[in-house]
């Protein structure tokens, strides 16, 4: 499983999704349900963009979780959650969760490096770009960069 916000998925989850996907027969790619954070993108509209971004994966599947993560991976035998890892400042946060998530259910967590490319994206910083007129056409799919623009130009 990859768990994430995905608000809005951008071409480094896409890079790590792909890899997982090659990991295992079967791949989740689950968007957490957040309501204290309303995001920029509904939780369907991030579920549709992400389904289209995995079109060519076969054995990915999305879905959305609330709650616990271990709550899902328990009720969807999920054994191993899969996450990327772009520098040092992700590794300390993303550890302490990996150890936790098995502390509390034995959910094994896998950490791939993201690739150089892609190292230093961030939805946070693709949102803020494209808010201000930026170009983000490398870095996000092709479904999110006409979602974005549609979003910046009122008409979405
Ligand atoms: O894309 P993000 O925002 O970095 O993803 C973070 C996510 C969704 C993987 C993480 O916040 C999560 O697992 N949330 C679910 C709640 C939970 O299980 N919290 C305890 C973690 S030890």
């Known amino acids: 499983m990859c768990p994430g916000s995905f608000d809005p998925v951008t071409n480094g989850h896409v890079d790590v ?3 997982a996907a090659g990991l295992y027969d079967e791949l989740v ?16 509209e991030r579920m549709e963009l992400l389904r289209e971004a995995v ?10 979780f609330s709650g616990l993560l ?7 035998d999920v054994p191993v959650v899969v996450k990327g890892l772009r520098a040092v ?23 791939v490096p993201t690739a150089p490319q892609v190292g230093h994206l961030s939805s946070s910083l693709v949102k803020q770009i494209a808010t201000f007129g930026g170009d983000v056409s490398r870095l996000v799919p092709k479904a999110v960069l006409d979602r974005l623009l549609a979003k910046r130009d009122g008409s979405a």
């Open 17 to 19: 999704i792909a890899r």
């Open 29 to 44: 790619v689950a968007v957490l349900v957040n309501p204290g954070k309303a995001g920029l993108f509904s939780v369907d």
């Open 55 to 64: 079109a060519d994966l076969p054995n990915v599947v999305v879905d959305s």
């Open 70 to 76: 271990v709550d899902y991976c328990r009720s969807h």
């Open 89 to 111: 400042g992700d590794f300390e946060y993303e550890l302490q969760m990996a150890q936790m998530n098995r502390e509390l259910a034995g959910i094994e967590t896998l950490f």
